[in-house]
């Protein structure tokens, strides 16, 4: 079966920009949806970013929008989160999914999760 790994996330200051990486193993992305969630302490799990690999269609909640981009490497076999002008309440967990029926931020549709990454955006 697929798995999937995210990495990169890390302590930064506001304002400042993280990479984050999804990894996947097991079979290539070229077929598939690959989407970002983030989940910050006390709150419920919420869509950040989704890419269909067939043809880099992206999406992006309004919250990020201008911010962040999503990316794929199919060298690689990986999906980048690139976060710029981070902001405190970018803090969370962020975790990337897949094995999705379409890019939706709608998260019990997908299949296969990473086990996260933690940003703290903090001064």
């Known amino acids: 079966q697929v798995k999937v790994a995210e990495s990169g996330g890390g302590l930064v200051q506001p304002g400042g920009s993280l990479r984050l990486s999804c990894a996947a193993s097991?079979?290539?992305?070229?077929?598939?949806?690959i989407a970002w969630f983030r989940q910050a302490p006390g709150k419920e799990r919420e869509g950040v970013s989704c890419?269909?690999?067939?043809?880099?269609?992206?999406h992006y909640a309004d919250s990020v929008k201008d911010r962040f981009t999503i990316s794929r490497d199919n060298a690689k076999n990986t999906v980048y989160l690139n976060m710029n002008n981070l902001k405190p309440e970018d803090t969370a967990v962020y975790y990337c999914?897949?094995?999705?029926?379409?890019?939706?931020?709608?998260?019990?549709?997908?299949?296969?999760w990473g086990q996260g990454t933690q940003v703290t955006v903090s001064s």
């Open positions: 097991g079979r290539t992305l070229d077929a598939d949806v």
């Open positions: 999914a897949t094995d999705g029926p379409q890019c939706t931020f709608y998260a019990p549709v997908f299949v296969t």
């Open positions: 890419m269909t690999t067939t043809d880099g269609e992206t």
